[in-house]
């Protein structure tokens, strides 16, 4: 357009040569009577003026075009070849199908044995990524061919992953749910950004003339499509349903976001063609269609993904509520913080140790939760709290050494560096010795205590100092406080114990279920 202005204004430039040209022939004639000198001196003035109209200003940029082209996707586009190169990507027959079937025993080994780097590595080989973008594509171009093909070879993708993973995970003797698979049962808000940031990403790359490789193998890390779906084989194979409906509903999310971002960044950022249709009314059908397939895949994602939302604000309106009225100077309250979110009543539910609050203060607790700076209206506030002390440490810890573990937040920092000094000195190791609990140590514990224990459903961890009454060195004894469906038996407790010190290496450990 710039080169077709400046044209316009040179042919309105040189239009008074044209009219001179058009003058009478005894002006011509008096023309080429000129002096020489003279029209040598016209030349160079009509070549200096139009240097001045052509100047370097008028072929530069502005910033307004410069910004443009930096953020234009069109740029490195390969429209002509796009359709065709999306099409053979989503083929289902010869390496694609093995690419697939590896990938999906890649994985299922990989969440068995809780192996990070072979899960990546199913991840980098999984196929699935090409038909899920070229779903979003065909229908940002109204291709109802190509939609129904990428939709078929996606869906028996589907079908061959899951089928491989129930498999395995039917012939494998490890039946226990690692800590890989129990992070893959529900989408977070997390997961659903991963989804539009993969698949505005995958789109891209699928659309450059030189395919990014780069792009599309983090594309296939960032978006984890496969472990899911194996999720979901898992608990096929072990009859628990609430594996399979997680993990497959997590891959559900994930696809129905790349998709859509997909079809967005096609139509409004790459604004690539519709398909051309001989008659009109087949346009508008395939339209039709098209839209009512969408809202069917997208209505209860976007829902899903509110919901999503919905409890992640939540979680941390609750942080905030908890950190601002629930300090106290003798008083505990244990982490991790159970917080559950449902559309009925959000529920907080703490458990604290110490000096028990009186029943003004815990009243007073609960009213601000009506305070508009939390917006907890109608969530509720549950206070496990115990007038005894003793009985959250079956008796073994008397109550004075409770309250002197349960100071102020800096008294106990202060305190807590003195006595791992002395131990070091008296016996080169604190906490019974072993490494080193840190929350996502105590994380990783209470996922593989789940997969072990079923009745366990929250895992807190302390420090008390533990002295004799003669006088003897001082320790530190690990407290683990366990949250059951059920009282824990005596065998289940010691294996617990076990348990702890083989994976934390401890000298010693106290388990208290509650």
């Known amino acids: 357009m710039r080169q077709i202005f400046l044209l316009m204004r040179k042919k309105k430039h040189s239009t008074p040569q044209n009219e001179n040209?058009?003058?009478?022939?005894?002006?011509?004639?008096?023309?080429?009577?000129?002096?020489?000198?003279?029209q040598q001196e016209t030349n160079h003035e009509n070549q200096t003026d139009q240097q001045e109209y052509f100047s370097q200003e008028d072929f530069e940029p502005t910033w307004q075009e410069r910004l443009k082209d930096l953020f234009s996707l069109q740029l490195d586009t390969d429209e002509a070849n796009t359709h065709a190169q999306i099409s053979k990507s989503i083929d289902f027959k010869g390496g694609n199908l093995w690419a697939l079937l590896f990938a999906a025993a890649l994985a299922s080994i990989g969440?068995?044995?809780?192996?990070?780097?072979?899960?990546i590595g199913a991840m980098l080989i999984s196929p699935l990524m090409q038909p899920i973008v070229a779903v979003g594509y065909a229908a940002a171009t109204i291709d109802l061919s190509l939609l129904r093909t990428a939709a078929r070879n996606l869906g028996l993708m589907v079908l061959v992953a899951l089928s491989a993973a129930f498999l395995y995970f039917l012939l494998t003797p490890l039946k226990e749910a690692t800590p890989e698979i129990l992070a893959r049962v529900r989408p977070t808000l997390y997961d659903v950004l991963i989804a539009i940031s993969g698949g505005a990403v995958g789109i891209i790359a699928a659309t450059q003339r030189e395919k990014n490789l780069l792009s599309l193998a983090g594309v296939a890390i960032a978006t984890a499509l496969m472990p899911p779906l194996c999720v979901a084989g898992y608990g096929l194979a072990t009859a628990q349903f609430g594996f399979f409906v997680g993990g497959f509903f997590l891959f559900f999310i994930n696809s129905v976001f790349i998709s859509l971002t997909?079809?967005?960044?096609?139509?409004?950022?790459?604004k690539f063609p519709n398909k051309t249709f001989l008659e009109p009314k087949q346009e508008q059908q395939a339209k039709y269609i098209l839209g009512g397939l969408i809202a069917l895949a997208v209505v209860?994602?976007?829902?899903?993904?509110?919901?999503?939302?919905?409890e992640a604000i939540f979680i941390n309106r609750a942080n905030f509520f908890i950190t601002d009225n629930l300090t106290f100077s003798n008083t505990t309250i244990l982490k991790p913080y159970n917080l559950q979110y449902n559309l009925d009543t959000p529920t907080i539910e703490l458990v604290l140790i110490g000096e028990p609050l009186p029943a003004q203060v815990v009243e007073n607790v609960?009213?601000?939760?009506q305070d508009a700076r939390y917006n907890l209206s109608g969530s509720k506030l549950i206070l496990r709290q115990?007038?005894?002390?003793?009985?959250?440490?079956?008796?073994?810890i008397n109550s004075s050494v409770v309250e002197s573990a349960?100071?102020?937040k800096d008294q106990i920092i202060e305190d807590q560096r003195k006595k791992i000094n002395e131990l070091e000195r008296n016996t080169g190791k604190s906490g019974g010795g072993g490494q080193a609990i840190s929350q996502q140590n105590l994380t990783s514990i209470s996922k593989k205590l789940a997969a072990l224990f079923p009745e366990v459903r929250k895992v807190a961890y302390n420090e008390m100092l533990s002295v004799s009454p003669d006088g003897g060195t001082a320790e530190l004894m690990p407290i683990f406080l366990i949250k059951t469906e059920s009282d824990l038996?005596?065998?289940t407790k010691n294996k617990i114990e076990n348990f702890l010190k083989i994976e934390l290496d401890l000298n010693a450990v106290q388990v208290i279920s509650y």
Do not use: C, H
Request: charged share 15%; hydrophobic share 30%; no cysteine.
């Open 366 to 369: 609960q009213n601000k939760l």
């Open 21 to 38: 040209n058009n003058m009478p022939e005894n002006n011509e004639t008096q023309n080429n009577q000129t002096n020489p000198t003279d």
């Open 262 to 270: 997909s079809l967005l960044f096609t139509k409004f950022f790459l």
């Open 386 to 396: 115990s007038n005894n002390s003793q009985s959250y440490y079956g008796g073994q």
């Open 489 to 491: 038996d005596k065998d």
């Open 300 to 310: 209860p994602s976007i829902f899903t993904a509110v919901q999503v939302v919905r």
């Open 111 to 119: 969440l068995n044995t809780n192996s990070v780097a072979v899960i």
């Open 406 to 408: 349960l100071k102020t």
